[in-house]
């Protein structure tokens, strides 16, 4: 398994819409997990950290499944303004590093 | 709120030359760290570094590549004989502390080489 795989996407939404992005990491041991969000030709933004079962922050939720090493992140009544893609982030096995997918894209209309 | 700044924002050097790409890391935080993206490509770890060393370095990090922190602010990835495939935007985040913990990302540099 690579160590860390993303829906690619790209997920088109209206206005509104609720979407889901799915990502399962190969690291076992990991402790926690990052989903950053990424503006074309921008630096990654941390959008959620997720400690233990899930973390919610507004209109985002991750959710965390240690057992089939699976991270959910949900968005809820999608903005224009959510248009960008979104990074799932793992630490390396050393611990210092961030392992990052390719990202899922969202574009969302109106 | 206190960011990481980078400089310059872009850079276009020739293929061979050496180049040097600054960051000015969050002032309390204590590990640096560079990654790099390839355009269209995912973001890669290079190298973090911590009380004036290296603390983990990918592969890509090889003998072309080191870093300093030649004072108390700076903190700089040098590329000696720079090669086409390096061409890519270069991020420098820093953190607080190590391990699995946040890291905050500069605008990035964004390098072309000819």
């Known amino acids: 398994r690579k160590e860390v795989e993303q829906d690619p996407g790209p997920f088109n939404v209206p206005e509104g819409a609720t979407v889901a992005f799915n990502c399962t990491y190969s690291?076992?041991?990991?402790?926690?997990f990052f989903w950053y969000r990424q503006d074309c030709r921008k630096e990654p933004k941390l959008l959620m950290s997720?400690?233990?079962s899930g973390n919610e922050d507004g209109r985002f939720t991750a959710q965390l499944n240690r057992a089939s090493q699976y991270i959910s992140l949900l968005i809820r009544d999608s903005k224009l303004s959510d248009s960008a893609t979104y990074l799932c982030?793992?630490?390396?096995?050393?611990?210092?590093?961030?392992?990052f997918g390719k990202g899922t894209t969202l574009s969302v209309s109106s | 709120e206190p960011e990481v700044t980078q400089t310059p924002s872009h850079q276009v050097t020739q293929m061979g030359q050496e180049v040097i790409l600054r960051c000015v890391p969050i002032?309390?935080?204590?590990?640096f760290y560079w990654y790099r993206q390839i355009l269209g490509q995912k973001v890669e770890f290079l190298v973090s570094?911590?009380?004036?060393?290296?603390?983990?370095k990918s592969e890509i990090f090889d003998d072309q590549f080191s870093v300093e922190r030649p004072d108390g602010s700076n903190f700089t990835l040098k590329i000696r004989s720079t090669k086409l495939e390096d061409s890519a935007m270069y991020f420098c985040?820093?953190?607080?502390?190590?391990?699995?913990?946040?890291?905050?990302f500069g605008p990035g540099t964004r390098l072309l080489v000819l």
């Open positions: 985040a820093s953190s607080l502390l190590l391990g699995q913990e946040t890291q905050y």
């Open positions: 690291n076992s041991a990991s402790q926690s």
């Open positions: 997720v400690y233990s």
């Open positions: 982030v793992v630490p390396s096995e050393a611990g210092t590093a961030l392992i």
């Open positions: 002032s309390n935080h204590l590990y």
């Open positions: 570094f911590y009380n004036n060393e290296i603390s983990e």
